[in-house]
Each structure stands twice: as C-alpha cells, then as structure tokens.
C-alpha cells in the first residue's frame, strides 16, 4: 500500500488535488500543516479505497511495513474526527474553536445532521463559556419552531380529537391532554370512547373516567358520537372523543378518521408526533399530518430519545406548529404548552457539566 501527500497552501487545494487523483472515495490517514518559505502549507496523507480494502484483507502492510500497519491502526481510529474537522475547514477559513468542536461533537451525538448544525448554528468567537455557548445553541436550534396556545373553551364544550400513529401514545397523550384543561382553565371535562377496535381500550378508559371523575360515554359509530355530543350540556367545558386509530399511511384509515371528523366537527384536531423516530418517519408523518390538516402537534416521549435532533430538523420545514411537550409517562404531570425554550432544554443534555 502506498500513502501518497498532498501538500498545498490550503486545505481546499490540496483535497482538489487529492481527489483529482484517487476519488471521492479517498481515505484520509491525516492532515496536518507544515512550515515553508512561502507560509504555512497543509498536508493530506491519504491512500485509495480499494488499497486499503486490499491490505486488510491480505495483511500485506503487516508482512512488509509493521510500523505503517499501527499508524494506519492508530489513524482509523480518529478517521471520524479528522473528516469531521475536514469539513469544517472546507466551509471555514480555520478550524472552529474547541469549544464549539466539542458542542458540534455532542450535538451530533444527539442526532443533529452537520449541515443544519452549520446553516442554524455557524461557529463565532461571541461565546466565553460552555454554558453561554449551550445558551446560544439552544436558542439558534430552536428559532424555527413554530408554537400555538391551546384553544380557550367557549360557551359550548370545547371539541378536542387526536390522532397519531400505532405507537405513539395517542391515548394517555389525549387524556393528558383532557387534564391539563382542568389545571389551565378549570374546565368542566367530558370523555366519548369511540375505538372498539383496540383490545382495551375501553376499559382503560373507564378506569381513567373513574379515577378523574370525568362523565364517560359509549359511542361505536360516527353517528353515534355526533348524538352523543348532542346531549351534551351547552356549558363551558371540554370534551375529548377517542376515536378508532390505525395506519396514518392507509387510505382506508384516512376515510375513517374523515367520517368521525365529519360528524364531531372538532374545534382542535392534534396528531401525536413520537420524539424516538427517525428524521425519515418523522418528515414523512409530519409531511402526512399536513396534508391531512391538522391544526397542531403533540411531541411524545421527549424522556425516551437519545436526542431531539431528529425532531427539530423535521421541523424545520414543517407548517404546523406545536401545542403541547409530553415529558413522561405520568397523567397530568408530564405534558406541558409547548414553547421554544421548553422543548429547548432538551438539547445538549449529555454534554451537561
């Protein structure tokens, strides 16, 4: 295997050159910057793909040069690190401060692409401390978020209806929800089942009605359920209708959700986003919430996710804005209005000193 040098007076000129030569495939062994009469140069140790495939698989660099076989050892260990500084220093004139290559480090960890890092949260020299560079990241990564307040019950009661996909917590998340009318607005409260499908649903319900004091009602079709809100009193109040869930991604689930919004006439209509998926599901869901019109949306399980970068750069180029936090698995306690600064805490969390 032979390592070959590029030496240039930048470290764009002399990764062209590299790549002129080996490939977009290159690996890169190290770089790093040398003294000359002209000023500084930078070097790029690098050797081609297939090479290196080969000596891995023949142990030619072990037979004939043992020395370079622990380096090259020693060098795929930081090959990550080195590609992740490579980067910064093809959009930068220099290499970012420590302090922001450890944020960027543990940003990443938490599920953050490089490129939104480096379009929301460009590296600067403003930021002294850890703490104040954490501030301003959290600050910046949450610009885009859009939030709306939930909706203030009127003189008739307020029609709530969720949905979300199998998995998500749809059920508890509505029955979070239900309670933090009671705290927020002091709000009578009332609860439709409607989801004869799912194995216990009832039940859970009437267990929760029991235990909230909240007036349950039985409905198994959409007319039904439109009777059903009909005999209720024209009082201020809430009431929340459990309705039958299924695949979001299936027509025929659409058709149904679409016969009971017909017939409930919702004053608000959430879906249920899980903080745990991925950015594909995530911008596919919300992509779908969109279109099917929802009026907002209700994170899931942010105590679940290893990091909430997914989520936010789902966002960023979703319409809909956020009404509600779900923190954990406890009813009321863990749901709380959505806002910038809540859903903002829960960056940089494994980096906290």
């Not at 998995?167 to 002091?186: A, D, E, P, V």
């Not at 009578?188 to 039940?203: F, N, P, S, V």
């Not at 996710?305 to 779900?326: K, S």
């Amino acid at each position: 295997m032979h390592v070959r040098r590029y030496r240039a007076h930048s470290i764009h000129e002399a990764l062209r050159s590299m790549r002129r030569e080996l490939g977009e495939n290159a690996v890169i062994l190290d770089t790093r910057t040398l003294p000359a009469e002209t000023g500084e140069l930078v070097e790029v140790l690098a050797v081609p793909e297939h090479e290196l495939a080969t000596v891995a698989s023949s142990g030619e660099a072990a037979s004939h040069d043992p020395l370079l076989l622990l380096q090259l050892h020693h060098e795929l260990a930081l090959l990550r690190q080195q590609v992740t500084t490579l980067e910064y220093l093809l959009r930068y004139t220099t290499t970012p401060p420590p302090l922001w290559q450890r944020l960027y480090h543990a940003l990443q960890a938490e599920g953050f692409g490089e490129d939104f890092l480096l379009r929301r949260l460009p590296p600067s020299t403003d930021h002294a401390s850890w703490k104040e560079l954490l501030a301003h990241a959290r600050q910046e990564l949450t610009a885009h978020v859009r939030v709306a307040a939930l909706p203030t019950p009127g003189s008739a009661p307020l029609r709530l209806l969720v949905l979300g996909a199998p998995g998500s917590g749809r059920t508890t998340t509505m029955l979070k929800l239900l309670l933090l009318y009671r705290l927020l607005f002091q709000a009578t409260l009332h609860l439709i089942a409607a989801d004869a499908q799912k194995l216990g649903a009832l039940e859970h319900l009437q267990l929760f009605a029991s235990i909230a004091d909240i007036p349950l009602v039985e409905a198994y079709s959409p007319q039904e359920v439109r009777y059903a809100l009909a005999q209720l009193p024209s009082t201020p109040g809430v009431v929340a209708i459990d309705i039958p869930g299924g695949n979001p991604f299936r027509s025929e689930t659409h058709r149904l959700w679409q016969h009971y919004r017909d017939a409930i006439a919702p004053d608000a209509c959430y879906a249920v986003v899980s903080a745990t998926d991925s950015l594909p599901m995530l911008c596919k869901l919300l992509r779908l919430w969109e279109q099917l019109g929802v009026h907002g949306l209700i994170v899931t399980k942010l105590d679940q996710t290893p990091g909430i970068g997914p989520l936010l750069q789902a966002l960023d180029t979703c319409q809909l804005p956020l009404v509600c936090l779900c923190t954990g698995p406890r009813i009321p306690d863990d749901i709380e209005p959505a806002t910038p600064e809540a859903l903002a805490r829960w960056i940089g969390t494994t980096e906290e000193p």
